[in-house]
């Protein structure tokens, strides 16, 4: 991977820096999320569509809802029956939809498997919480790669 270097003006670059620390990423990821968005708009905002993009929002759209699904299943195994072989079960089964985005779409999710993880050991608001802000982060970055 090579990298050029671009410069930003002070006040974006502290929304970039509070971006990364927040979430845990690398600078430049912050930066070509925000890129991407941007020219998916200015592309697609417009008539004129070159190629059939369907296909691949479709795609990423149907990941994005099964990974929420799966981890709004887990949240209500643990919520609601409080059984550790169903918990286990729907455990499993989230995991196998995050690998399966993890190998299909080469979308890391390791920050939704350790909130996953945590919630699990200790299933109190705060930990909700953060399952669902990661959850949050891991559609943008299921649907706009």
Same mark, same amino acid.
């Given at each position: 991977?090579v990298f050029?270097?671009?410069?930003?003006k002070? /006040? +974006?670059?502290?929304i970039i820096?509070e971006?990364?620390?927040?979430?845990?990423w690398?600078k430049?990821k912050v +930066?070509e999320?925000?890129?991407? &968005?941007?020219?998916?708009e &200015?592309?697609?905002g417009k008539?004129?569509?070159?190629y059939h993009?369907?296909y691949?929002?479709?795609?990423n759209?149907w990941?994005?809802f099964?990974l929420v699904?799966?981890?709004? &299943?887990? %949240?209500?195994a643990?919520?609601?029956?409080?059984?550790e072989?169903?918990?286990?079960?729907? %455990?499993n089964?989230t995991?196998q939809?995050?690998n399966q985005i993890?190998?299909?779409?080469?979308?890391?999710? /390791?920050?939704?498997k350790?909130a996953i993880?945590?919630?699990?050991?200790?299933?109190n608001?705060?930990?909700k919480?953060?399952l669902?802000?990661e959850?949050?982060?891991?559609? +943008? %970055?299921?649907l706009f790669?």
């Amino acid at each position: 991977m090579v990298f050029k270097t671009v410069g930003v003006k002070e /006040d +974006v670059k502290e929304i970039i820096d509070e971006i990364a620390r927040r979430r845990g990423w690398k600078k430049y990821k912050v +930066v070509e999320l925000a890129i991407r &968005q941007f020219a998916k708009e &200015q592309k697609y905002g417009k008539k004129e569509k070159k190629y059939h993009w369907g296909y691949d929002i479709d795609r990423n759209i149907w990941y994005a809802f099964k990974l929420v699904n799966s981890v709004a &299943q887990l %949240k209500f195994a643990v919520e609601e029956f409080n059984d550790e072989s169903r918990i286990n079960l729907y %455990k499993n089964l989230t995991m196998q939809t995050i690998n399966q985005i993890e190998e299909r779409l080469g979308v890391d999710l /390791d920050n939704v498997k350790k909130a996953i993880d945590k919630f699990l050991e200790n299933p109190n608001g705060r930990t909700k919480a953060n399952l669902n802000d990661e959850t949050k982060f891991a559609m +943008v %970055k299921i649907l706009f790669p």
